[in-house]
């Protein structure tokens, strides 16, 4: 690294996006993984897709519980 850098040229915000949202990664156990990539392929669908559906049916499991 240097030991200083010139900004003087810098654009204060030039990538900011205030509407922006961040997909964050969610990283699954390699057994889990495996089960799901397999049946999301026999069903014909994107893994994303399946788990996402799974995760909407637990949520509303859960909501229906309280």
Known sequence: MRDKYDFAKGE???FFKPNASMNLPVYLEA??????????Q?????LNVMVNDLLKKDIALNEGVK
């Open 42 to 46: 026999a069903k014909g669908v994107e």
């Open 31 to 40: 057994e889990l993984l495996d089960y799901f990539r397999a049946k999301a």
């Open 12 to 14: 204060r915000g030039k």
